[in-house]
């Protein structure tokens, strides 16, 4: 694959203090095919001019709105205008942005969820079917080698066919009130209007439905939820389970909370089928244990010589050598990147660099918000499973 230049980012959000916006910009930035050339960094003018400062960018490549980030960077020679828009800002500033950066002709990188509400994810999914730019929603887990190569052995058949999903995302964080303590992570993301209708569900449920669907390759049919605000004080849900059918006929649960208190971050899949199992959690990120019902288990780890294709494409150092939550971020760039180069090249490329979420994993995120939300109010056991286009 050849490239000509870097492909120049543009960043909305991620303004000083920003936790993911530097994560999405270690992760981008860890190949060599990305380099931040400008950016909206803030909604407060001054807070993008310092954080443009950090980062060392030319004052006249700081924008104190992307309205007239989009607008200027028009105006630049081609060879030097920004290449891709990456929107790292809370989720009711997702849909604008986006929406602006296709029609203005530039690649679009967004923090999950895809939108604020499913009508929106509507919207946009058309936007993005009709748009002719290359556009990544970060899930980032589906980066992680080792779930890869979990995904890749369930579609070669190793395990049989799926019958049980187990996906779970303890998180204690919000285990009080914090955001009555000037916390702002907090105070956005328990905000119905800056998150959405569903907290916890919204915020890390969407991406253990995500997981459960990538990993195992069946798409759910049906659910039934329970949503609970174990937190007095807190608008939306903190804590939530939810039960899923899947179009074989497999079934799943579906565990996630921001009040487990003392956890903290160790997201888990284990998919069972007719031959075998497989598990995985991120807290040993490096590791997949294989699961037989007559004879030992296996233990597969990152780096090894004897992975499958999808996991040593998106491995970078030897075994024993870990990596992490930033590599992962990385992996789902360098994919999208190499799909943007490939498409410029006239070239067609590998099946395992177009391996990355997209808009249709976006509005199956956003659909089962909105389902999940109907089900917890509604007296019906089971919720169909239907995405609205």
């Known amino acids: 694959m050849s490239t000509t230049k870097k492909l120049k980012i543009g960043l909305i959000g991620g303004g000083p203090g920003s936790f993911i916006g530097a994560i999405h910009l270690n992760g981008a930035l860890m190949d060599g095919m990305f380099e931040l050339a400008a950016g909206a960094f803030s909604s407060n003018p001054e807070k993008s001019k310092i954080r443009g400062e950090e980062l060392m960018l030319p004052s006249e490549r700081v924008y104190a709105s992307y309205d007239e980030m989009f607008e200027k960077e028009l105006q630049l020679p081609e060879s030097e205008r920004i290449d891709v828009v990456c929107i790292v800002t809370p989720n009711n500033v997702h849909f604008d942005p986006t929406v602006k950066a296709l029609k203005h002709g530039f690649h679009v990188a967004l923090d999950k969820p895809l939108t604020l509400n499913y009508q929106e994810a509507k919207d946009l999914y058309r ?5 002719d730019k290359h ?3 970060t899930h980032t887990y589906s980066g992680y080698p080792m779930i890869k190569q979990a995904k890749q052995m369930i579609a070669n058949g190793e395990i049989g066919e799926v019958r049980k999903v187990y996906v779970e995302y303890p998180q204690g964080w919000l285990w009080k009130l914090l955001e009555s303590e000037n916390n702002k992570q907090a105070a956005w993301r328990t905000d119905p209007s800056k998150n959405g209708l569903a907290g916890c569900m919204g915020d890390i449920g969407t991406h253990a439905f995500h997981m459960a669907e990538y990993v195992s390759g069946l798409k759910m049919t ?4 329970d949503l609970y605000i ?3 004080g807190r608008p939306i849900d903190d804590d939530g389970v939810v039960l899923m059918r899947f179009d074989n006929g497999a079934s799943g649960v579906l565990m996630a909370s921001q009040t487990d208190t003392g956890a903290e971050n160790n997201l888990k899949i284990r998919v069972y089928g007719e031959k075998g199992g497989l598990e995985w959690e991120q807290e040993l990120n490096n590791t997949l ?4 019902p007559d004879k030992p288990d296996q233990i597969y780890r990152a780096g090894t010589g004897y992975l499958g294709s999808l996991a040593n494409e998106n491995t970078r150092t030897p075994a024993g050598h870990p990596e992490g939550y930033v590599e992962a971020f990385a992996n789902l760039y360098r994919n999208f990147a190499r ?3 490939a498409e410029q090249n006239g070239e067609t490329p ?3 660099w177009q391996d990355y979420p997209g808009i249709e994993d976006g509005i199956r995120g956003m659909a089962f918000i909105d389902h999940v939300l109907k089900s917890n109010k509604s007296d019906q ?7 609205e286009k």
């Open 339 to 341: 799909c943007i180069y």
């Open 350 to 352: 590998k099946p395992e």
């Open 222 to 225: 049906h659910l039934c939820a």
């Open 135 to 137: 556009f990544l929603l």
């Open 230 to 232: 174990k937190v007095d």
């Open 127 to 131: 936007i993005v079917s009709n748009s």
């Open 381 to 387: 056991k089971w919720t169909p499973f239907v995405v």
């Open 289 to 292: 244990t294989v699961r037989w």
